[in-house]
């Protein structure tokens, strides 16, 4: 189990809304600590989606938002496209162990 | 251009060390905030991190996979070698190795190599 929670699945139509949340704790999102976003399409390495909670990479279109509060962060991602269906995790720091990078578990999104 | 690849065995025994290694080009580890990254993927699981290293040596490991984990660079190479020892069939899996800069995630990765742990 990680230290990261995130929903198995959410789906959604296309052009619809959805959001993928990300739950922590105190020692990592609620330190303070920066939460990124990656995709996974199938077969392939992910690709950093959202840096430091709320920045998109050159290149990513602006259907894809990051925000965080308190010890958890979201993903929205509107206009919904059937390329968006992927597998999206969230990731932090966690200050205690000596420190250390953790993911979620990973959220499979299906364009339905 | 930035660029990561992974290289290694593709299959290793029960209790053997796997060693990987990942050659990168574009960028300088002795560049200030500037670290590369493991992380590895279960066939249809989750990413999990596994270790990372920065421009000034500073390391991190997972706390789950500290014990058997090692991570070390060369800079006039332009590597980062990742040690796992005692590997199990569990540890079967796709490893990336990743670049990232101060606190802006991982933002470039390497193809991934598969290695399958089974006698």
């Known amino acids: 189990q990680s230290v990261l929670t995130q929903p198995p699945s959410v789906s959604g139509a296309p052009g619809q809304r959805v959001i993928i949340s990300c739950t922590g704790s105190?020692?990592?999102?609620?330190?303070?600590?920066?939460v990124h976003w990656y995709q996974q399409l199938p077969g392939t390495a992910p690709k950093l989606l959202i840096f430091a909670n709320m920045n998109r990479p050159s290149g990513v279109p602006d259907r894809f938002s990051g925000s965080k509060s308190g010890t958890s962060a979201s993903l929205a991602i509107t206009g919904l496209q059937a390329e968006d269906e992927a597998d999206y995790y969230c990731?932090?720091?966690?200050?205690?162990?000596?420190?250390?990078?953790?993911f979620g578990g990973g959220t499979k999104l299906t364009v339905l | 251009q930035i660029t990561l690849k992974e290289s290694g065995p593709t299959l290793v025994k029960p209790t053997q060390t796997l060693t990987l290694t990942c050659t990168f080009s574009?960028?300088?580890?002795?560049?200030?905030?500037?670290?590369v990254g493991w992380i590895r993927q279960p066939p249809g699981k989750a990413l999990e991190w596994l270790a990372l290293i920065y421009w000034d040596d500073d390391k991190r490991y997972s706390p789950s996979l500290r014990s058997r984990l090692t991570i070390s660079k060369d800079t006039s190479k332009n590597q980062v070698v990742l040690t796992l020892t005692n590997m199990d069939p569990v540890d079967t899996a796709t490893y990336y190795c990743?670049?990232?800069?101060?606190?802006?995630?991982?933002?470039?990765w390497g193809q991934g190599t598969l290695v399958t742990v089974s006698s």
């Open positions: 990743a670049h990232r800069r101060d606190n802006s995630g991982d933002d470039y």
């Open positions: 574009g960028f300088s580890l002795r560049s200030s905030g500037v670290g």
């Open positions: 990731q932090s720091y966690d200050n205690t162990l000596s420190g250390f990078c953790v």
């Open positions: 105190s020692s990592n999102i609620g330190a303070g600590y920066h």
